[in-house]
Nanobody, 119 residues
Framework: QVQLVESGGGLVQPGGSLRLSCAAS?????????VGWYRQAPGKQRELVAS??????????DYVDSVKGRFTISRDNAKKMVFLQMNSLKPEDTAVYYC?????????WGQGTQVTVSS
């Protein structure tokens, strides 16, 4: 059973930056997991923001169009960590952000961290 714990959320002004972290435990080989960051704003469906594949030496990343060029997903497999660097934040980025890890049919979620972009 994989446990995921997010941190790094908070209140930031438009144009600011935040770095979210996700710490994984309960697995000895984190590198084989596909990982991602999702977000859910009030009244909206949860959406995939950024993803990074696992299982090889090359991690393919992808982003939803609305964050391309502003957000960067990265991972440190040795430390079992996933990060989301968020720059040039906009009010519409306000949401609860969730870390996700998946392997075959198994999917794991963190508890979420609130990001609020407001002046």
């Amino acid at each position: 059973q994989v446990q995921l714990v997010e941190s790094g959320g908070g209140l930031v002004q438009p144009g600011g930056s935040l770095r979210l972290s996700c710490a994984a435990s309960g697995t000895s080989i984190f590198s084989i997991y596909d990982v991602g960051w999702y977000r859910q704003a009030p009244g909206k469906q949860r959406e995939l923001v950024a993803s990074s594949t696992g299982g090889s030496n090359i991690n393919y990343v992808d982003y939803v169009d609305s964050v391309k060029g502003r957000f960067t997903i990265s991972r440190d497999n040795a430390k079992k960590m996933v990060f989301l660097q968020m720059n040039s934040l906009k009010p519409e980025d306000t949401a609860v952000y969730y870390c996700n890890a998946g392997l075959n049919h198994f999917v794991y979620w963190g508890q979420g961290t609130q990001v609020t972009v407001s002046s």
